[in-house]
């Protein structure tokens, strides 16, 4: 652009240059024919009057008059008087043979010759010329103003009485009898005319010269040129200046309104031009930088993204590894945000986002970055902590934030939040692998319960190991039909009577023996593998169940293969296939499954109990159930979890909580079944506190659907022992 803007530049100085070199030229070419016309007026002056001296001085008369007769009023008359009045001459002289002045005619009047000895010197050089022989004499002539010789007389361009003045001398030659005498022995008549200001107006009308002069002074304006008159000796006698005409100047003045005009436009146009240039520069900038912005940010919140994360994270990497401070980064992932996303709709899921990201924003610290790494992903590198504890205080004040309730068109939603955090030290080798760290952490965090953060310790390289291999071994399992059910009884009140069973899943690994199902089920959520697992144990109980006509068969449901759009449709056909009673099938799902979920939650619960399918609510009390959600769904039995139950011994307020959820469940028309119930005590506390049923090993643990049978076909085979040693895993 500023190349543009010097070529520019550049082009209009051409221009003028070229106009202003142009003008000078013709203006010095002018001057040039000015002088030279100048030289040639005077030299015509000259010319012209020696023709008027020759006019009177070469007639017969005047050779008889001046010559022969001496007649000195004749020639005051004819030759003094005339040139004066006739041509304006100023002085004339007529000289005779001998140099001698006969008379001396000034203006109209006679003078005394003696008054011009002082000029002596200057007349008898012109005398000397014009007596001289030709060839000698054609030198010396006008100088400047151009000599000018004839056989009879000579002009002369020289000073006298100290002023510039033209000369012209003719010798009185000719007898009248056609014969001429020589010049040299012939008397003279010579006239002058000083150079005043009626000759030089005379010259500067005829050559159009502006203010011609002389200039004695020598002072000049500043436009006016001088014009030296030099004699035939070459010495200056006087110096004329006028005002030369200027052609070249002229015309650019005329000219220099149109190109200043059109330089001014051009200059415009170009200023336009480079304007433009400088505006789309600008445009194309800003897009840069925009476009910029766009890849390093997230298009939603705003906040920095994956790229712009993994940038940071690279340079915090190597700023701890060059000695710097220490550094941490957190791994933060939403729990139920797809259920937002399905159920509430896109819009209600970005704003969910950006109130999230805002939360974390206002809870971190200034010099922490957050970034938005996937859909319900976060991250955030913790400058200048390592701490472990300092980092889980840091990382829980975040999930409080991210769980407390938002209110967004309508709806107010809970979500939870898990985070994994890895230290970031001198041995981190580089991002990709504390990016795993921080995802192993963030899995166990999950794994324990989630709304949890856990710091990475090496550890949870070989627990990794291990879970992969889980994995991979259960999707076998599946394929092969190895996993089990079993069968935990669920009784009255009294604890007599078998009302129900639970079905409970049981997986024996080849390498490892039994692996719990809190261990395996969320592998199988997290894999995938949960719809086909839950699928297969649905088929299991109904095909087992069948042959228990009068209970009820109760089977889990995992929040994920809940919240599948084909899920009830999965459970009518099963229960079609195996002929197996809807009304006999219980279905328990967690709070967890209606988290986020409410509407589609409903839906699906309500074409289930179209289908006559019962609907418990497990592990009552662990999560967020609140009053609206128990009166909205259409639960037929809420499960107290057994945390409480095993706390009714121990805490009045466990106490005071099973009171008030049997109460509660009485009011909305709801069972209430008592879980983990083990000792004489607690069922003594549970049935007088009103409970329908119990579950527990003081009731049977599970066991294979034959011992189901056989207690259900001899009743009083099972036998309830009040000392019985709690276990810590279901067997
Ligand atoms: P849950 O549905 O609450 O099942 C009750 C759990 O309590 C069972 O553990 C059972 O063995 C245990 N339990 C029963 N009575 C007592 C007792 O008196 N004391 C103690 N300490 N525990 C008792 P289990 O079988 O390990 O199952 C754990 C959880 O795994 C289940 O909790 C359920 O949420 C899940 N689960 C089990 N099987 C399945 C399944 O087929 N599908 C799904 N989605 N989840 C399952
Ligand atoms: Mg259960
Ligand atoms: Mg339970």
Do not use: C, E, K
């Given at each position: 652009m500023r190349a543009v803007s010097i070529l520019v530049a550049f082009a209009i100085v051409c221009v003028v240059v070229a106009a202003v070199t142009a003008a000078r030229h013709a203006d010095e070419m002018a001057l040039a024919t000015e002088r030279q016309l100048l030289s040639r007026a005077l030299q015509s002056y000259g010319e012209r009057m020696q023709r008027e001296v020759e006019a009177v001085a070469s007639t017969e008369a005047a050779y008889r008059k001046i010559r022969l007769d001496l007649d000195l009023d004749w020639m005051q008359f004819y030759v003094g008087q005339r040139l004066h009045s006739y041509f304006g001459h100023h002085f004339v002289f007529v000289m005779d043979a001998?140099?001698?002045?006969?008379i001396a005619a000034l203006g109209d009047r006679r003078a005394d010759?003696?008054?011009f000895n002082s000029v002596r010197g200057d007349l008898d050089l012109a005398l000397g010329q014009l007596r001289a022989p030709i060839a000698e004499s054609s030198g010396n002539a006008l100088a400047s103003a151009g000599p000018h010789t004839t056989a009879h007389g000579i002009t002369s361009l020289q000073s006298f009485l100290g002023r510039p003045a033209i000369l012209a001398a003719v010798a009185?030659?000719?007898?009248?009898?056609g014969k001429s005498i020589e010049a040299s022995q012939a008397p003279a008549v010579i006239a002058i005319k000083m150079i005043d200001g009626d000759v030089l107006s005379e010259i500067a009308a005829q050559l159009h010269l502006r203010n011609l002069r002389e200039s004695s002074s020598g002072r000049l304006a500043p436009d006016e040129h001088i014009f030296p008159l030099i004699n035939q000796q070459g010495d200056q006698i006087a110096t004329l200046t006028w005002t030369p005409n200027r052609p070249g100047a002229e015309i650019i003045s005329s000219v220099v309104p149109s190109i200043a005009v059109t330089l001014g436009s051009f200059a415009l146009l170009a200023a336009m031009v480079l304007a433009y240039m400088r505006h789309t520069a600008a445009t194309i900038a800003s897009g840069e930088t925009r476009l910029r912005h766009l890849a390093m940010h997230d298009y939603l919140c705003e906040l920095p993204n994956r790229v712009s994360f993994s940038e940071r994270l690279e340079a915090t990497i190597t700023h701890v590894r060059e000695g710097g401070l220490p550094a941490a980064v957190l791994c933060i992932d939403l729990d139920h945000f797809k259920d937002v996303n399905d159920t509430l709709g896109h819009p209600v899921g970005d704003e969910l986002i950006r109130a999230v990201a805002q939360r974390l924003i206002s809870t971190s610290s200034k010099t922490d970055l957050v970034a938005r790494i996937g859909g319900d992903e976060f991250a955030l590198i913790a400058s200048g902590e390592s701490d472990h504890t300092a980092l889980l205080n840091g990382a829980n004040r975040l999930i409080n934030a991210i769980c407390a309730p938002y209110l967004i068109g309508n709806h107010t939603i809970v979500i939870g939040a898990s985070i994994g955090i890895a230290v970031i030290n001198t041995r981190t080798t580089g991002s990709s692998d504390i990016m795993r760290h921080a995802d192993m952490a963030l899995y166990r965090a999950k794994n324990e319960g989630r709304n949890r953060a856990c710091v990475y310790d090496s550890a949870m390289d070989s627990d990794l190991v291990k879970r992969k291999q889980i994995e991979t071994d259960l999707r076998l399992a599946i394929e092969r039909n190895e996993l089990k059910l079993v069968y935990q009884p669920i009784v009255n009140n009294s604890g007599e009577t078998i009302i129900g069973v639970e079905a409970l899943c049981r997986w024996t690994h080849p390498v490892h023996g039994e692996v719990p199902p809190s261990e395996f089920v969320p592998i199988a959520e997290l894999s995938g593998m949960i719809t086909d697992l839950g699928e297969w144990v649905l088929r299991r109980a109904c095909i087992d169940g069948d042959a228990w006509p009068d209970i009820i068969v109760a089977v889990n449901v995992s929040p994920l293969q809940f919240r599948r759009a084909d899920f009830v449709d999965a459970v009518e056909r099963i229960v079609t296939e195996t002929g197996f009673d809807p009304t006999r099938l219980e279905l328990e799902v967690t709070e967890s499954t209606l988290l986020g979920n409410v509407d589609s939650a409903e839906l699906a619960m309500f074409r289930l109990k179209a289908l006559g399918v019962r609907l418990a609510l497990d592990?009552?009390?662990?999560?967020?159930?609140?009053l609206l959600y128990l009166r909205r769904f259409p639960f037929d039995k809420l499960k107290i979890d057994r945390t409480f139950v095993h706390s009714i011994e121990r805490a009045a307020d466990a106490a005071a909580i099973v009171h008030a959820v049997v109460s509660l469940g009485r009011g909305l028309g709801m069972k209430v079944t008592a879980e983990g119930v083990e000792t004489a005590e607690q069922h003594l506390f549970l049935r007088a506190a009103g409970i329908h049923s119990m579950q527990g090993y003081r009731f049977g643990r599970p066991g294979p659907a034959a011992d189901i049978s056989k207690r259900l076909a001899l009743?009083?085979?099972f036998r309830i022992s009040d000392d019985i040693v709690p276990l810590t895993r279901a067997g």
């Open positions: 001998s140099a001698q002045i006969l010759p003696g008054w009185v030659t000719n007898r009248g009898d592990d009552f009390g662990t999560g967020y159930s609140s009743p009083d085979s």
